[in-house]
């Protein structure tokens, strides 16, 4: 065999065992803000899809919400007056310290939804380069719309 050869062939057979071949884990992009679920402030981690339902996975544990139980579903620079004053049982109130006023950039995903008669709230922090993909795909399995904050920039 020729060595040439040979040298190509143990570098075609290296690449396609190191870790870079393999499908890296996404680094995590959502923060657990605010809501009624028994998670931390800050656990971060990511929300998945599928045919059923959304799922926020972070170290501290995993939020199922199928979707024909959410109610409502905001993408906001701040959580709306409704979600605000909804009588519920927030276990993590958001942190009203931080910026939540300031500037028009969207970084709140509200969803609400029922479980039994109990209405449950959950609110991930997520900016809005990472949120882009998921709102087409939420409103599309879900068939329901994120209703999102629209602002000109002045």
Known sequence: MNVRL??????LLFMGVTPAAGKEPLPPQFKYAAGTENLYEGCAGNLELDSEGLTFKCPAG?????????TLMQYRADLSK????????W??????????FGGHRN????IVYAVGSATHIM???VQPVAMRPYL???????????????????
């Not at 040979?6 to 570098?11: P, R, S």
Request: proline share 3%; no cysteine; glycine share 6%.
């Open 6 to 11: 040979g040298w190509a062939l143990a570098a």
């Open 62 to 70: 995993a939020v199922a919400v199928p979707f024909n139980s959410i």
């Open 82 to 89: 409704k979600v605000r004053k909804m009588k519920v049982r």
């Open 91 to 100: 276990k993590v109130r958001l942190n009203y310290t931080a910026p939540l």
């Open 107 to 110: 970084r709140f995903f509200a």
């Open 123 to 125: 609110v991930l922090e």
């Open 136 to 154: 087409a795909e939420i409103d599309l399995k879900a068939g329901k719309r994120v209703e999102v904050e629209g602002y000109e920039e002045y």
